[in-house]
């Protein structure tokens, strides 16, 4: 397989995985569920540190202006060579559709765990932040993957906002970029009976009153500033400019720039048409994932294999914590070339959804073949 491809372990990984001291897993799995599963077929401002000097307020309109999707476009559409280019990009990140029987065959030996974003990866990115549902096909998608393998929702949203989008309680959810954790609900008939775990990871507990502040702060703040709309998701604050004409992009840009000066214990980065307002702690979704996987036990397992899709800038943590690993795939989800840690690519939410299903028809399909095999076999005996 391509290195370019997927990231998976060397050669001599099944010795590894047979003497692999897992620990016990803190979630079980297979997890409980709300109702039974149905599968249905067919589917730039890194890093802003909290002291912006004035001379960084230019490239931070850029990176507001590169954010846009209708820049992007123009853009692309005046480039020479944008074919190519494209081409060029898709072979380096290849549709994870067309590679998807190289992405299942990497999983031999080794259990899939599904991560997934939120808004621009299982919904569409809409102007209005509270009307980005998913649709109910997605959502038996979704499903559908939950009941085949371990399935997480890792999104900078606040936690309890994404379980209302989501409304699938055999889900783990990791809220506010990842610092915001919580398995899934024990509350169905026919599944082991304990208690709930409840919120099992919350890092930045203590911010919460600063972030509380600020969000009060920012909505003050940019209330000067037509369509600017400022959302707290508990451990982080979004200030989103995607309804904000450009002219005022400086202007808010500005803004935000001036009140997180005041917090050095908070920091700024960007995703697609929003500000993320958050505690410096090292804490991103690339370490919600390790965190995840490692409380499922699989923490140092070769005979693991995670899947990560997100579209946005704070998903590119997560694409790099695999390929730390060595181990696990990347998906980005973008119509246009951009740089990414990520190995695969989809073009939008509705390829998702066609990967999700396909990915539970084959599971599916390998779970007969497997039930078939063992009753030839012991009719043979």
């Known amino acids: 397989m391509a290195q370019t491809s997927v990231v998976v372990p060397e050669v001599g990984m099944a010795a590894a995985a047979t003497a692999c001291p897992c620990p016990g897993p803190l979630f079980p799995y297979p997890p409980p569920r709300a109702g039974a599963g149905m599968a249905v077929r067919r589917k730039c401002l890194r890093a802003a540190q909290a002291e912006l000097g004035a001379g960084l307020l230019n ?5 507001m202006r590169a ?24 072979a380096r990140h290849p549709s994870a559709l067309g590679k998807f029987e190289e992405i299942v065959a990497a999983s031999k030996g080794k259990q899939i765990v599904m991560f997934m ?16 549902f998913m649709s109910d096909t997605m959502r038996m ?5 939950a009941k ?24 783990y959810y990791a809220g506010s970029h990842g610092m915001d954790i919580k398995g ?8 082991a009976k304990s208690k709930a775990k409840g919120v099992l990871f919350q890092p930045a507990s203590e911010f919460l009153p600063m972030i509380e502040q600020v969000h009060q702060r920012l909505i003050d703040e940019t209330m000067h500033v037509p369509g600017a709309m400022v959302e707290n998701n508990k451990f982080c604050v979004s200030v989103h400019f995607r309804n904000v004409d450009e002219k005022g992009w400086a202007a808010l840009a500005e803004t935000v720039k001036g009140v997180v000066r005041e917090y050095p214990k908070l920091r700024v980065s960007q995703g697609r048409m929003v500000f993320e307002v958050q505690p410096t702690i090292k804490w991103d979704k690339g370490k919600a994932l390790e965190f995840l996987l490692e409380s499922l036990g699989y923490a140092d397992c070769a005979d693991v294999l995670p899947v990560y899709i997100g579209d946005d800038r704070t998903d590119e943590d997560a694409f790099k914590a695999l390929r730390r690993r060595g181990q696990g795939i990347g998906i980005l989800v973008s119509k246009h070339p951009k740089e990414t840690s990520a190995s695969f690519s989809l073009q939008e939410p509705a390829e998702v959804m066609e990967f999700l299903l396909r990915l539970v028809e084959w599971k599916q399909l390998a779970k007969a073949r497997l039930r078939l095999r063992r009753r030839a076999d012991a009719a043979a005996a």
Not at 59 to 63: A, I, K, P, T, Y
Not at 117 to 132: F, H, K, M
Not at 141 to 145: L, S
């Open 117 to 132: 974003d939120y808004d621009g990866t299982l919904s569409p990115i809409v102007n209005d932040p509270d009307a980005a």
């Open 184 to 191: 899934p609900a024990k509350s169905s008939a026919g599944h």
């Open 67 to 90: 954010s846009s999707p209708t820049h992007a476009r123009a853009a692309a559409a005046l480039a020479a060579g944008v074919d190519e280019e494209h081409a060029a990009w898709m």
């Open 59 to 63: 490239g931070l309109v850029e990176s």
């Open 148 to 171: 085949q393998f371990p399935t997480a929702i890792v999104s900078g949203r606040c936690r309890d906002k994404v379980f209302e989008f989501v409304k699938l309680a055999e889900l």
């Open 141 to 145: 998608a979704v499903r559908g993957v």
